[in-house]
């Protein structure tokens, strides 16, 4: 059994036991629920329009992280002109523990 959910305007594909990372959520507990589920398939599979009603996926926080760092590097070439900038995004990292259709 899989299900899609949305948060932070991204969707993330999730299965019960999956550890994933999600930008950084602000009221930090120790047990987490998504709501905005988009797909849920276990024999079949049910697609929302756009959120599937009473579906929801229970997580629980395991730690706030900070992703790698990237690099924004602008350059214009034969005028002397370069910047760099770096950008770490913060991040929440859960485990799914279950998903209710």
Do not use: C, N, W
């Not at 299965?15 to 987490?32: F, M, R, S």
């Not at 709501?35 to 049910?46: E, G, H, I, M």
């Not at 009603?53 to 590097?73: D, N």
């Not at 910047?83 to 913060?90: A, L, P, T, V």
Request: proline residues 1%; charged residues 40%; hydrophobic residues 35%.
């Amino acid at each position: 059994m899989y299900a899609v959910i949305e948060t932070g305007k991204k969707q993330y594909k999730v299965v019960a036991g999956d550890i994933i990372e999600v930008e950084k959520l602000d009221d930090v507990k120790d047990k987490v629920i998504f709501d905005r589920v988009l797909l849920v398939s276990d024999k079949d599979t049910v697609i929302g329009h756009p959120y599937i009603e009473g579906a929801k996926v229970i997580a629980t926080v395991l730690k706030q992280v900070r992703s790698v760092k990237t690099i924004a590097y602008r350059y214009r070439r034969r005028k002397g002109y370069h910047r760099r900038r770096g950008h770490r995004q913060d991040l929440t990292r859960v485990k799914i523990k279950e998903i209710k259709a």
